[in-house]
């Protein structure tokens, strides 16, 4: 019986021709999320903020986030956005990077939201050959997938930060999986530490409690772009960070 295989890439963050590539020789694709390019902390050039303030804007806004100097970060936002709707600019930014991006996605994808999308926007875009799930499952080839996707709250204010609680109860309702995929990690340190950025981002405590509860055969995710560790199991489970696709281009596989 031939095998199957699946790419998933998560953190796209704009990279619609890397994306368009993504599925090629494989027989779905998954992503789990952050398509949205708002700032490119690589190059400050890139993004919906240099594209409407320019790049010394940027440069100060990343120094500030990166010092964790977020009331200040704020404060400069404010002084750009003021006399701007800022609503409708970032809406019309964002759709048109949709636009590109969801045309990029082979037939079958099946995809979550990430911390910086804006979910009420996704089924405009997505087109038949793409599922969006999110507290939800999928068969793939044979086996169980769960999806969430989002992340927790954080000073940052991404757009699709939900409570702790909401999060768990997404986690709760995928229950026992082969797969589970989610746009953040769970809660373990190795995972979460971002050895660029220099700090802890936020990983989830439901999702580690459930996959020591639940035992799926791989935890997959993103989020972190440069962690500490990309690979560790956790009892059963093999847990995975897919990569930084927007800045490797590549996609990671797995095979059955």
Same mark, same amino acid.
């Given at each position: 019986?031939?095998?199957?295989?699946?790419?998933? =890439?998560?953190?796209?963050?704009?990279? @619609?021709? %890397?994306?368009?590539?993504? /599925?090629?020789?494989?027989?779905?694709? +998954?992503?789990?999320?952050?398509?949205?390019?708002?700032?490119? *902390? &690589?190059?400050?050039?890139?993004?919906?903020?240099?594209?409407?303030?320019?790049?010394?804007?940027?440069?100060?806004?990343?120094?500030?986030?990166?010092?964790?100097? $977020?009331?200040?970060?704020?404060?400069?936002?404010?002084?750009?956005?003021?006399? +701007?709707?800022?609503?409708?600019?970032?809406?019309?930014?964002?759709?048109?990077?949709?636009?590109?991006?969801?045309?990029?996605?082979? @037939?079958?994808?099946?995809?979550?939201?990430?911390?910086? %999308?804006?979910?009420?926007?996704?089924?405009?875009?997505?087109?038949?050959?793409?599922?969006?799930?999110?507290?939800?499952? &999928?068969?793939?080839? /044979?086996?169980?997938?769960? $999806?969430?996707?989002?992340?927790?709250?954080?000073?940052?204010? @991404?757009?699709?930060?939900?409570?702790?609680?909401? *999060?768990?109860?997404?986690?709760?309702?995928?229950?026992?999986?082969?797969?589970?995929?989610?746009?953040?990690?769970?809660?373990?340190?190795?995972?979460?530490?971002?050895? =660029?950025?220099?700090?802890?981002?936020?990983?989830?405590?439901?999702?580690?409690?459930?996959?020591?509860?639940?035992?799926?055969?791989?935890?997959?995710?993103?989020?972190?772009?440069?962690?500490?560790?990309?690979?560790?199991?956790?009892?059963? @489970?093999?847990?995975?960070? =897919?990569?930084?696709?927007?800045?490797?281009?590549?996609?990671?596989?797995?095979?059955?």
């Amino acid at each position: 019986m031939p095998g199957f295989r699946i790419n998933v =890439v998560s953190d796209v963050h704009g990279n @619609t021709k %890397d994306l368009a590539r993504a /599925g090629e020789g494989a027989d779905a694709l +998954i992503c789990l999320g952050d398509l949205v390019l708002f700032l490119d *902390y &690589a190059d400050h050039s890139r993004g919906i903020f240099p594209d409407l303030f320019g790049e010394e804007n940027a440069d100060r806004l990343v120094e500030l986030r990166t010092a964790r100097r $977020f009331d200040e970060a704020r404060e400069l936002g404010k002084r750009l956005w003021a006399g +701007i709707d800022r609503g409708p600019a970032i809406e019309r930014a964002v759709r048109k990077q949709y636009a590109e991006l969801f045309a990029a996605f082979p @037939t079958p994808t099946y995809a979550t939201y990430g911390n910086v %999308d804006i979910p009420a926007l996704w089924s405009e875009y997505a087109a038949p050959g793409t599922t969006v799930l999110d507290g939800q499952r &999928a068969e793939i080839g /044979g086996r169980v997938f769960g $999806f969430v996707g989002g992340g927790l709250r954080t000073p940052m204010r @991404t757009p699709y930060e939900i409570s702790d609680e909401e *999060y768990a109860a997404k986690i709760e309702a995928v229950g026992e999986v082969d797969v589970l995929c989610t746009h953040i990690p769970p809660e373990v340190p190795e995972l979460v530490y971002d050895t =660029v950025a220099r700090r802890f981002e936020r990983g989830s405590r439901a999702l580690l409690a459930a996959i020591h509860k639940t035992r799926p055969r791989y935890a997959l995710f993103g989020h972190v772009h440069q962690p500490l560790t990309r690979r560790m199991r956790i009892g059963a @489970t093999e847990c995975v960070n =897919v990569g930084h696709f927007a800045g490797s281009g590549r996609p990671w596989s797995l095979e059955w």
